[in-house]
């Protein structure tokens, strides 16, 4: 999506909704949203082929039936972890574990099967390397922020084995941040800016409250004062 068009989104935002005051939730919310129209933009692309494209005149779901089989031949890459997403296996293992999980490890537990053997030898050969690299006490990642149940960075072990990072999408990393280099530890997390936006929502809707208790005290000192005045008339 164009720049222009990003901020043409960010400014309906703003004249529909109440964003937060504060600089740093401010600019947290503005790139999180931003992120979310992105994915939507994508989605509907996506829902639009879907629902429109036919390549040729055979039956659409032979093609995409075979379409299907033929990627997952040529991938080398499969996983163990059925139909839940990584995220979901690293919160289970997080809070297991009382502490994020690393890449590495994840991808280690989510590419191995029942037996305790990798799922083919190009997957082996990369977890060797992510063992051999974790043992070095340099590539240890500081744990300092548990507000993710993944712990990464963008020159962490399982960044130097597995291949480049795809523009906008950091792999096994919940959505929010990016390949940009900005780290989880320098942008707000999903749970701060939806708190940040509670608290300021709250105070909306005190000084509405408040408005409103005026208003009714300024109604009833005026009944107050005309009834006064019908008692001297009598």
């Known amino acids: 999506m164009l720049e222009e068009l990003k901020e043409e989104c960010w400014r309906l935002v703003e004249r529909k909704y109440a964003v937060p005051t504060n600089l740093i939730a401010y600019a947290g919310l503005e790139t999180f949203t931003l992120q979310k129209i992105g994915k939507a933009w994508r989605d509907h692309k996506y829902r639009l082929k879907s629902a429109h494209y036919i390549p040729h005149s055979r039956n659409k779901a032979q093609i995409n039936s075979k379409k299907n089989r033929d990627c997952r031949s040529k991938q080398e890459d499969l996983h163990t972890g059925g139909l839940c997403s990584f995220v979901v296996h690293a919160a289970k293992k997080a809070k297991a574990d009382g502490r994020p999980i690393k890449r590495a490890t994840l991808y280690s537990i989510l590419h ?33 922020d548990i507000s993710s149940s993944i712990a990464w960075a963008p020159n962490d072990v399982f960044a130097k084995v597995m291949d480049k990072e795809r523009k906008g999408h950091i792999h096994g990393v919940r959505f929010g941040p990016n390949s940009s280099g900005r780290s989880s530890k320098s942008a707000l997390t999903d749970l701060q800016i939806r708190s940040s936006q509670s608290r300021d929502d709250e105070v909306a809707q005190l000084k509405a409250s408040l408005a409103e208790m005026q208003e009714k005290l300024s109604a009833f000192d005026e009944m107050k004062e005309r009834l006064g005045q019908f008692e001297e008339m009598e």
């Not at 191995?112 to 992510?130: P, Y």
Request: glycine share 4%; aromatic share 0%; proline share 3%.
């Open 112 to 144: 191995t099967r029942k037996d305790g053997s990798a799922v083919n030898e190009v997957v082996q050969e990369k977890m060797d390397k992510m063992k051999e690299l974790l043992a070095k006490p340099s590539n240890q990642l500081q744990l300092d």
